[in-house]
């Protein structure tokens, strides 16, 4: 049986050029670091590089987004249209100027 697809956690998505084993199906190059909200997989990206920054917080390099429940890496956008679609997230939840287009952790859990 297979189960229906649904956001897992938030996660980061480091795309340093390199190939590594064990990364979330859709990724072929760098690595995804999964944390409860996107400040952990930060801190963990900082501890396991010893510093490297890769272009900053927002950079060209990493890409903010949240693993489902079928091992895909999902950016910010992909996961709200998951979570709208699995009801993990009600249009009803949004207050008038609340950005509906991209998942944040906190609307999640």
Same mark, same amino acid.
């Given at each position: 049986?297979?189960?229906?697809?649904?956001?897992?956690?938030?996660?980061?998505?480091?795309?340093?050029?390199?190939?590594?084993?064990?990364?979330? =199906? $859709?990724?072929?190059? *760098? !690595?995804?670091? #999964?944390?409860? &909200?996107?400040? %952990?997989?930060?801190?963990?990206?900082?501890?396991?590089?010893?510093?490297?920054?890769?272009?900053?917080?927002?950079? =060209? $390099?990493?890409?903010? *987004? !949240?693993?489902? #429940?079928?091992? &895909?890496?999902? %950016?910010?956008?992909?996961?709200?249209?998951?979570?709208?679609?699995?009801?993990?997230?009600?249009?009803?939840?949004? =207050?008038?100027?609340?950005?509906?287009?991209?998942?944040?952790?906190? &609307?999640?859990?």
């Amino acid at each position: 049986m297979i189960s229906r697809e649904y956001v897992l956690c938030a996660a980061i998505w480091v795309n340093d050029g390199n190939v590594y084993e064990n990364q979330p =199906k $859709n990724i072929d190059k *760098g !690595f995804v670091v #999964s944390g409860r &909200r996107h400040h %952990n997989c930060f801190a963990t990206i900082f501890i396991l590089t010893g510093g490297v920054k890769y272009h900053g917080k927002h950079g =060209k $390099n990493m890409t903010q *987004g !949240f693993l489902s #429940s079928h091992d &895909r890496f999902l %950016n910010r956008e992909e996961a709200m249209e998951l979570a709208l679609l699995t009801k993990q997230v009600l249009p009803s939840d949004f =207050k008038e100027g609340m950005d509906a287009k991209s998942l944040i952790s906190e &609307r999640l859990y």
